[in-house]
């Protein structure tokens, strides 16, 4: 299992890791920033009429659904730390073509979008329907959500390695991993990271804001720590599949399904 230190110096080892975590903050904050300054003044537009006032909703809904690209292009870049890390390379991989980034990211969103899929019906369907009713639904819901997100990045991992939607339905290869010691560490080792890293994010954003170009580079302060969070998660897959093919070469039982690490 990797060490803490080596995890958190990953996406900042040499001056081209700085460079990629800086250039995709500062490319999602131009990407965010207009698009949230545009709404935000549209929906403090007041309309008289019924077709202005239907049209501007509509236009904040579109709006709103492009301030989702910044997410996806963080999501297809931790994608390919992934597969980065699943392949044995020290460094983090370069941005790239951000049309790859959107494409890769937009699959990525949509496996998170099925695991939260439901807990998020639940969750809603409870605050409609309130009472007693909504709120075991929305007990329910909380659970249901705990368990995705700790399913999810076991799920994103394989998909990666397997290359295949499948993947996130592969219920044998999962359960071996999610079910297995050194996941739940990580997962551990993950919050107590988090909790330590609070202050210097806080921190570091407070400095940022204070001038145009931190301004633009502010995504960097939680793209580092989901990097450092990736690479923990794929170190875990990655370890846990050379042991099990391992386990089946001694047995001589034929290796199953090939994962593409």
Same mark, same amino acid.
């Given at each position: 299992?990797?060490?803490? &230190?080596?995890? =958190? !110096?990953?996406?900042? @080892?040499? #001056?081209?890791?700085?460079?990629?975590?800086? &250039?995709?903050?500062?490319?999602? %904050?131009?990407?965010?920033?207009?698009?949230?300054?545009?709404?935000?003044?549209?929906?403090?537009?007041?309309?008289?009429?019924?077709?202005?006032?239907? !049209?501007?909703?509509?236009?904040?809904?579109?709006?709103?659904?492009?301030?989702?690209?910044?997410?996806?292009?963080?999501?297809?870049?931790?994608?390919?730390?992934? #597969?980065?890390?699943?392949?044995?390379?020290?460094?983090?991989?370069?941005?790239?073509?951000?049309?790859a !980034?959107?494409?890769?990211?937009?699959? *990525?969103?949509?496996?998170?979008?099925?695991? %939260?899929?439901?807990?998020?019906?639940?969750?809603?369907?409870?605050?409609?329907?309130g009472?007693?009713?909504?709120? %075991?639904? %929305?007990?329910?819901?909380?659970?249901?959500?705990?368990?995705?997100?700790?399913?999810?990045p076991?799920?994103?991992?394989?998909?990666?390695?397997? &290359?295949q #939607?499948?993947?996130?339905?592969?219920?044998?290869?999962? @359960? *071996?991993?999610?079910?297995?010691?050194?996941?739940? &560490? /990580?997962w551990?080792?993950?919050?107590?990271?988090?909790?330590?890293?609070?202050?210097?994010? !806080?921190?570091?954003?407070? =400095?940022?804001?204070?001038?145009?170009?931190?301004? =633009?580079? =502010?995504?960097?302060?939680?793209?580092?720590?989901?990097?450092?969070?990736?690479?923990?998660?794929?170190?875990?897959?990655?370890?846990?599949?050379?042991?099990?093919?391992?386990?089946?070469?001694?047995?001589?039982?034929?290796?199953g399904?090939? /994962?593409?690490?």
């Open positions: 299992m990797v060490s803490a &230190k080596d995890a =958190l !110096l990953y996406p900042v @080892q040499d #001056r081209t890791a700085v460079d990629s975590l800086v &250039k995709l903050g500062v490319v999602t %904050m131009v990407i965010a920033l207009p698009l949230a300054i545009v709404t935000r003044h549209v929906v403090t537009v007041q309309l008289e009429t019924t077709v202005l006032a239907f !049209l501007t909703s509509l236009f904040v809904v579109v709006l709103d659904i492009l301030l989702l690209v910044p997410a996806v292009i963080i999501v297809g870049y931790l994608l390919l730390v992934c #597969r980065s890390v699943l392949r044995g390379m020290a460094a983090p991989p370069a941005v790239g073509s951000y049309r !980034l959107v494409r890769i990211g937009a699959a *990525g969103s949509g496996v998170i979008g099925l695991y %939260m899929a439901v807990p998020f019906l639940l969750l809603v369907s409870g605050s409609f329907i009472g007693v009713v909504g709120v %075991m639904l %929305m007990v329910v819901g909380g659970v249901t959500a705990v368990i995705a997100v700790y399913l999810l076991a799920a994103l991992t394989h998909y990666v390695a397997v &290359k #939607r499948s993947a996130i339905r592969d219920v044998s290869a999962l @359960q *071996g991993l999610v079910l297995s010691e050194p996941y739940l &560490k /990580t551990v080792r993950v919050i107590l990271l988090q909790a330590a890293l609070i202050i210097p994010q !806080l921190v570091a954003a407070f =400095l940022m804001a204070l001038t145009i170009i931190g301004i =633009l580079a =502010l995504p960097a302060v939680i793209i580092y720590p989901a990097m450092v969070y990736t690479y923990l998660f794929t170190d875990v897959y990655r370890t846990q599949h050379r042991q099990h093919v391992n386990t089946q070469n001694t047995a001589g039982r034929p290796i399904r090939s /994962t593409g690490i």
